[in-house]
Nanobody, 122 residues
Framework: QVQLVESGGGLVQAGGSLRLSCAAS????????MGWFRQAPGKEREFVAA????????YYAESVKGRFTIPRDNAKITVYLQMNSLKPEDTAVYHC???????????????WGQGTHVTVSS
């Protein structure tokens, strides 16, 4: 069992930056991957970015490539989502999640955080 707690959401103007954090606790193994998904009102949850914990390989959705990065802190078992050049269409509830391996598929993730709201004003 893994517990996840996100933080860092808020309101930001278009073109601005925001950093989300997700701290993991419980039975967390180095073979896991951590990812970020988002869900806008009236839309399905979509993949944003993921990182493999042991090797640090990353995987990004096309819509955020070049704008978002997913650094991690091994000692704190914390993953971040650094979001730059934000757009109104990035407005959503952002969730972090843990999977057994690097994946962009929602169904691969077994543990989820409660989510944090990000609103980008135009």
């Amino acid at each position: 069992q893994v517990q996840l707690v996100e933080s860092g959401g808020g309101l930001v103007q278009a073109g601005g930056s925001l950093r989300l954090s997700c701290a993991a606790s419980g039975r967390f193994f180095s073979s896991y991957a951590m990812g970020w998904f988002r869900q806008a009102p009236g839309k399905e949850r979509e993949f944003v970015a993921a990182i493999s914990w042991s090797g640090g390989r990353t995987y990004y959705a096309e819509s955020v490539k070049g704008r978002f990065t997913i650094p991690r802190d091994n000692a704190k078992i914390t993953v971040y989502l650094q979001m730059n050049s934000l757009k109104p269409e990035d407005t959503a509830v952002y969730h972090c999640a843990v999977a057994n391996g690097l994946s962009g598929s929602y169904s691969s993730y077994d543990w989820w955080g409660q989510g944090t709201h990000v609103t980008v004003s135009s």
